[in-house]
């Protein structure tokens, strides 16, 4: 007789944005309970990590709303999270003018020399 499946769950560990894309990662633990033959219990975990990529955010985008539609696409996250999904996509938001702003000043630079 095989172990049979109890419980599952899964537990988000923490929410940060992607080191180079423009993403939400996502990194959870699985945990699976476990009852073998003999009546033992036992707890399997094993870790996890999930990207949502956010290919179409602007730096003029509302934060909440778009944390609230990555709640509503996403069965892992709660809607309690949502000050904490906010405040990453305000980072990225800041990112992406970063990266604007940088490329602009290289192309007027570029300019100026040629």
Same mark, same amino acid.
Do not use: W
């Given at each position: ?13 923490? &929410?940060? $944005? %992607? +080191? ?15 009852? #073998? /033959? ?18 179409? &955010?602007? $730096? %003029? +985008? ?15 996250? #709660? /809607? ?35």
């Amino acid at each position: 007789m095989e172990p049979q499946v109890v419980k599952k769950k899964v537990r988000v560990h923490s &929410l940060e $944005p %992607h +080191d180079e894309e423009l993403a939400l990662v996502i990194n959870y633990v699985k945990e699976v309970t476990v009852q #073998h /033959p003999d009546g033992q219990m036992e707890v399997q975990e094993t870790p996890g990590s999930k990207g949502i990529v956010l290919g179409d &955010l602007t $730096p %003029h +985008d509302d934060p909440e709303t778009v944390a609230a539609e990555i709640i509503q696409s996403s069965k892992l996250l #709660h /809607p309690s999270m949502i000050e904490d999904i906010g405040a990453i996509i305000v980072h990225l938001q800041e990112r992406l003018l970063e990266e604007d702003s940088a490329g602009m000043e290289g192309e007027l630079a570029a300019l100026y020399f040629v």
